[in-house]
């Protein structure tokens, strides 16, 4: 029998993920609970694997099926693909069974060449409809050209701007039916300029051409960072997405948007979400125009948007978490494109954790898996310095977009952020807007500022995803990229000029603005107290400084687990004496130096064990110069207690100490062999302090591996340090 490559939306469901990618499932899903979704059909993950297989090429089979696929959704729709009298236009989408922000781009109006256009325009005579049928043919050419055959969409951005520029208008949908199609040729012509070849006009050519460019999408260098950054297997391929177009470029009373059932941002339990009327999807995406709020669909659109409230109270109740939905309305019909669990920020995934079981969605154990660890660490972030930021005076205002502060030097391409974060310098990435291919950019920035776009624009998801800061939607910023410039609030910034955003507000500032570490409270306690119901393990901290174990403390650490010693010498105050010791000649010189290192390390490890507030079980493992110590309380004012010491072949040997309170400092490495075996004959000699002092007699044969007996006696008087020779 032969491999199945292709189901249509009627076929799958939301158990099939794995196979149908993520938006394929939940449009099947979709379809099966009897939600508006247009009828398409989705080509399978298994045949992007096959495609890598076959040596990049779609083979026979995928291709028939993909064909039965096309005539299945021309009976459903009453279109014919690429028919002049009733031309059937999809749009192709990428979807694998995890969000990947680094795929390829949607593709819409796919189908249309000069004899469809010319037919559909004949067969309506409205003027608005034949500007409605250029605007598609000249956003179909762009993507087309963007996305499959990787013509930079610059070279068509500029020919827009210089229209706008002659007509003397803002924006795209104030261009004319006359200016658009003149936009169509001046795009064909571009497009073969750059290749050398016409743009293609046979439909099944535009379809096998788009599929191939979704399955090299997976292997793109935006993809590759995104799965190593998320840890998603390269075996698991992308599907493919074929359904029927609906227009939310048609006339005023269509249009698109992007919503979210629960706020992203700080999990509040209301609808959060954008829309642009007589506009595209990806208008919406990329930032084109700002959108307005999703609330405002309500005056112009009520039928559809009393319907859209229902059907994110089904979509909820379904899946039970927060969704993110693309919708278009045509001619005042609601059509659902997609849905999936919302990206949100940290904040927000306790928020709608707590929610969710309040609200009897989720149990408590399934609250807290539902919540990536890896997330809670932006918990962390820092935000501006009250006292500064109070001084400070905003030069504009964004949308806050991710919540957090960032402040570095201005860069304006993502290769340059890249580029400047290698050589140590914090970045703020600023663009009219971000598409996927900067997504290594803006991992590499501190944040990220945005002329165009709303709170579901590229960047903003994106960078919500990454903990990243960002604010978008500064349309006062006057805008110079090609220059590297731009100005705001009459101060022009250049590469390599200081800034400061402030990604829960907005604000906008032209200075570096001092930042300090986020609180925790709220829910984090709530979440935490039900992870520690759930778990099976112990967390210890690794801590290298006081100030270390104190925030690990605060925040549940158990203990220390690891402690660098070494690196308890990094401040610029101590790091002269360490390399001293090191650089040393002598016996004499090095133990100069070392008297000069031991109050700084006997004061932190004092302080490390005040942080812990009481005696927890801390492993201390450094570099050559340092000495694996255990430690427990001792419940008794005088103990005997034996215990081992293990001798390893490596620079690091270790001595086990049972006391409450130690004050420990280490004066020498232990003697090695150049093999690294432990040479015979070390000795612990007793030091006094405050005439009190506790004695550790050790001996042991020289051998690799080798476990010897230390004796233990303590006084009194825990306040007693010793020196390893």
Same mark, same amino acid.
């Given at each position: ?454 709170? @579901?624009?590229?960047? &903003?998801?994106? +960078? =919500?995803?990454? *903990? ?5 939607? /500064?349309?006062?910023?006057? !805008? ?64 290298? @400084?006081?100030?270390? &174990?104190?925030? +690990? =403390?605060?925040? *549940? ?5 690891? /402690?660098?010693?070494?690196? !308890? ?157």
């Amino acid at each position: 029998m032969a491999n199945k490559w292709v189901y249509t939306f009627k076929e799958g469901n939301m158990s099939m993920r794995n196979l149908l990618g993520g938006k394929g499932a939940n449009l099947a899903e979709m379809t099966e609970i009897g939600l508006p979704v247009p009828q398409g059909f989705t080509i399978t993950t298994e045949a992007c694997t096959q495609y890598y297989e076959d040596g990049r090429k779609i083979n026979d089979e995928i291709m028939a099926q993909t064909m039965d696929g096309v005539k299945w959704m021309e009976e459903v729709n009453g279109k014919k693909f690429g028919d002049l009298k009733n031309p059937l236009l999809v749009s192709v989408r990428s979807g694998a069974r995890a969000s990947m922000p680094g795929m390829m781009d949607t593709i819409l109006n796919l189908g249309l060449n000069d004899e469809v256009v010319a037919a559909m325009i004949a067969g309506n005579p409205d003027p608005a409809f034949e500007r409605f049928v250029y605007d598609s043919y000249r956003r179909f050419i762009q993507m087309f050209s963007d996305v499959v055959m990787e013509v930079g969409k610059k070279y068509f951005e500029q020919l827009i701007d210089k229209m706008k520029e002659e007509k003397g208008v803002q924006y795209d949908v104030e261009l004319t039916a006359a200016d658009l199609k003149t936009l169509a040729e001046q795009f064909k012509a571009e497009y073969k300029n750059q290749l050398g070849s016409d743009f293609p006009s046979d439909p099944v050519e535009q379809l096998k051409l788009a599929i191939e460019a979704v399955f090299r999408s997976w292997d793109n260098p935006r993809a590759n960072v995104y799965r190593r950054d998320n840890d998603i297997p390269y075996s698991w391929g992308t599907a493919v997405n074929v359904m029927p177009m609906v227009f939310g470029n048609l006339n005023n009373e269509s249009g698109t948007g992007v919503a979210f059932t629960r706020d992203p941002a700080t999990g509040e339990n209301k609808l959060m979400g954008e829309f642009l009327i007589n506009a595209q999807g990806e208008d919406v995406v990329a930032g084109v125009r700002t959108p307005m709020p999703i609330a405002q669909m309500e005056q112009e659109f009520p039928e559809a948007y009393a319907e859209f409230l229902k059907v994110c109270e089904t979509l909820e109740n379904h899946y039970h978490d927060m969704q993110d939905m693309e919708f278009t309305v045509e001619n005042k019909k609601l059509y659902m494109l997609q849905c999936r669990n919302g990206k949100r920020t940290a904040p927000a995934a306790l928020k709608i954790a707590c929610d969710l079981v309040d609200e009897g969605h989720k149990t408590e154990e399934e609250a807290v898996l539902m919540i990536d660890p890896r997330n809670l660490d932006t918990l962390l972030h820092p935000q501006f310095d009250a006292a500064a930021l109070k001084a400070a005076t905003p030069l504009g205002k964004g949308l806050g977009a991710s919540p957090g502060a960032a402040c570095g030097k201005v860069v304006f391409t993502a290769d340059d952020a890249e580029k400047w974060a290698e050589r140590g310098e914090k970045v703020v990435l600023v663009r009219l807007e971000t598409s996927p291919e900067d997504i290594t950019g803006m991992k590499a920035a501190q944040g990220i500022l945005t002329v165009r776009g709303g709170m @579901t624009s590229h960047a &903003a998801v994106v +960078a =919500r995803g990454m *903990g990243t800061c960002c604010v978008s939607g /500064c349309g006062d910023i006057a !805008m110079d990229e090609e220059n590297k410039t731009f100005t705001l609030g009459g101060q022009t910034f250049v590469e390599g000029s200081e800034i400061s955003i402030d990604g829960t507000t907005g604000n906008i500032y032209g200075t570096l603005i001092p930042t300090v570490d986020a609180t925790i409270a709220g829910e984090f306690g709530r979440v935490m107290a039900w992870a520690d119901k759930f778990r099976t393990l112990k967390v210890r901290t690794n801590a290298d @400084t006081p100030e270390d &174990a104190k925030k +690990a =403390r605060e925040l *549940g650490a158990e203990g220390i687990g690891l /402690c660098r010693t070494e690196h !308890m010498f990094f401040e610029e105050s101590r790091i002269a004496a360490f390399r001293e010791m090191i650089c040393s000649d002598t016996v004499e010189e090095r133990e100069a130096a070392l008297e000069k290192i031991l109050p700084y390390q006997q004061g932190d490890f004092e302080a490390l064990y005040e942080a812990l507030e009481v005696a927890a079980s801390v492993a201390f493992a450094g570099g050559s110069f340092s000495l694996c110590i255990f430690t427990c309380t001792a419940s008794t004012t005088t103990m005997a207690l034996s215990t081992t010491i293990p001798i390893a072949s490596t620079s690091a040997n270790s001595v086990s100490i049972l006391m409450e309170k130690p004050n420990i400092c280490i004066k020498k490495k232990v003697p090695t062999s150049e093999t690294g075996t432990a040479i015979a004959g070390i000795n612990v000699e007793r030091k006094s302090c405050r005439n009190k002092y506790t004695t550790i007699n050790t001996s042991k044969k020289a051998s690799n591996n080798v476990r010897s007996t230390t004796e233990i006696e303590a006084s009194r008087n825990r306040e007693t340090s010793y020196d390893i020779l």
